[in-house]
């Protein structure tokens, strides 16, 4: 089975520990991962979402979080 290069809003939210409304608010402020507009639904490529994701690293206290 292939993985699929582009994902939708819900398939996203499933994938990853975030809601969809968090999806979407975060593509309002702008602080999300890449994101494509395909007439009125929203993709988000894989390749996007592992790079956005893999940008941050395990912490072992709140401390630590302040620093990356």
Known sequence: MTE???????EVARR????VHWFRRARWIGNGP??????H????PLVELDKWF????PCKSTSEYQNQ
């Open 4 to 10: 699929k290069i582009m994902l939708s809003e819900k």
């Open 16 to 19: 990853y520990p975030y809601s």
């Open 34 to 39: 890449s994101f494509i507009k395909v007439g």
């Open 41 to 44: 639904r929203v993709m988000y």
């Open 54 to 57: 893999n940008q941050f690293k």
